[in-house]
């Protein structure tokens, strides 16, 4: 049973315009979510996190929105940039667990 | 460059035999996690180790071990080979319990 599911396994955005990526989980444990980006043939790399006292963080072009009754979180790239074009993985933590779960990622492709 | 080194980056083995994967992490990280990444699949935690103890473990099967030594890096080892190991298998460190993990490039095991 995945318990952080990604149900967009791609989505494709012109240059410049948002993407949003999103995120569900199912284990109301959860307190800490994260998202990685990974480029081929590489390991995944920390983008932006959000505990859950929270229910919004913004790094730069990067925003994480995360809705707890519904169980939903979702990355904001504003603008979008061809080099954002990458995996990106959800993945979501509980302090007893200490270990991360991930979703299964989204491949965003952004046009030029 | 996470700082995390994976070795080797690519090995080719039998179904049926034995390998080790080894992974050093980033200067003064005490916690080492190992993820598997199959075909069309996320990253699924396997197991962590915090200062040479076992941490956490995942849906790691009976045929794989780990161990974290005292200069801290750590080795994964899978034996009795089969196809369905074939997958990329990376390592993450943390300073601590920290949840943001640096991950490794990961090692790409075939199984033929």
């Known amino acids: 049973d995945q318990q952080v599911k990604q149900n967009s396994p791609s989505l494709s955005v012109q240059e410049g315009r948002i993407s949003i990526l999103n995120c569900d989980y199912t284990n109301s444990m959860f307190d800490y979510f994260l998202w990685y980006k990974k480029y081929p043939a590489e390991g995944p790399t920390f983008l932006i996190s959000?505990?859950?006292?929270?229910d919004k963080n913004e790094d730069g072009r990067f925003t994480v929105f995360l809705n707890k009754s519904a169980k939903h979180l979702s990355l904001h790239i504003v603008p979008s940039q061809p080099g954002d074009s990458a995996v990106y993985f959800c993945?979501?933590?509980?302090?007893?667990?200490?270990?991360?779960?991930f979703g299964s990622g989204t491949q965003l492709t952004v046009l030029p | 460059d996470s700082g995390v080194t994976q070795t080797p980056k690519h090995l080719i083995t039998a179904t049926g035999q034995r390998v080790t994967l080894r992974c050093s992490p980033r200067?003064?990280?005490?916690?080492v996690y190992w993820y598997q990444q199959s075909l069309d699949q996320g990253l699924q935690f396997l197991i962590q180790y915090y200062n040479g103890e076992e941490r956490a473990k995942g849906n790691i099967l009976e045929r794989f071990s780990a161990q974290q030594f005292p200069d801290l890096h750590s080795e994964l080892n899978l034996s009795s080979l089969e196809l369905g190991d074939s997958a990329l298998y990376f390592c993450?460190?943390?300073?601590?319990?920290?949840?943001?993990?640096?991950f490794g490039q990961g090692t790409r095991l075939t199984v033929v």
């Open positions: 959000i505990s859950s006292i929270k």
């Open positions: 200067s003064g990280d005490l916690s």
């Open positions: 993450a460190s943390s300073a601590g319990d920290s949840t943001e993990a640096f």
């Open positions: 993945a979501a933590d509980s302090g007893s667990a200490r270990q991360l779960t």
